[in-house]
């Protein structure tokens, strides 16, 4: 969670420290989490050197949206470049394969029965859609985005207030903690 504002301190100061730093975190990150088909965890267990088993989706969310602004300001020429685009393209497929027939996103990734969570659907539908706009995907990939957004729409009252909104979590290898927290 702190490579959005260690690419905003890039931006404002121009310290290429801080892009590799992000960079860095995020090469790590998919190092520990990244599933084969795409999807990441939500934690590692460091002691245990284990990953907790569950895909949780706002988690996902918060790193493919950190993929894709860290891509957005990074030059092409990085030498990080195109593995951070390489993991980005895998997350990417990963999520599109476990979007709901409605274009939600679920609380738990790869449980279907977990409720449809709007946070994650919300990151999932931005990234791929500044994914496809900055030439990263196929263009066909917007599809994806858009039903996300529709389907978003739905968890949205007259007020503003959008609903079905995941609570921070603390990390866990229990299932039920995560379909029962809302």
């Not at 959005?4 to 931006?11: A, G, H, N, S, T």
């Not at 196929?138 to 995941?166: E, H, S, W």
Request: charged share 15%; glycine share 8%; with cysteine.
């Amino acid at each position: 969670m702190s490579c959005p504002f260690l690419i905003r301190w890039y931006q404002y100061t121009g310290d290429s420290n801080y892009l590799n730093d992000a960079a860095t975190q995020v090469t790590n990150m998919a190092g520990y989490l990244q599933d084969t088909n795409g999807i990441w965890f939500h934690g590692y267990y460091h002691d245990i050197h284990s990953v907790n088993w569950v895909k949780w989706g706002r988690g996902n969310g918060w790193a493919m949206v950190t993929q894709v602004e860290l891509l957005s300001v990074m030059p092409t020429n990085h030498p990080a470049y195109s593995a951070l685009l390489d993991i980005l393209r895998r997350h990417i497929a990963g999520i599109e394969a476990v979007q709901g027939a409605d274009g939600m996103w679920h609380q738990v990734l790869d449980h279907p029965k977990s409720w449809e969570e709007t946070s994650c659907t919300a990151m999932f539908s931005y990234s791929i859609a500044r994914a496809v706009n900055r030439g990263w995907i196929d263009p066909a990939n917007m599809a994806v985005a858009r039903k996300g957004f529709a389907g978003l729409c739905r968890y949205i009252t007259t007020n503003g207030v959008v609903d079905q909104v995941c609570p921070g979590t603390s990390l866990s290898s229990n299932l039920t903690y995560y379909t029962t927290t809302q």
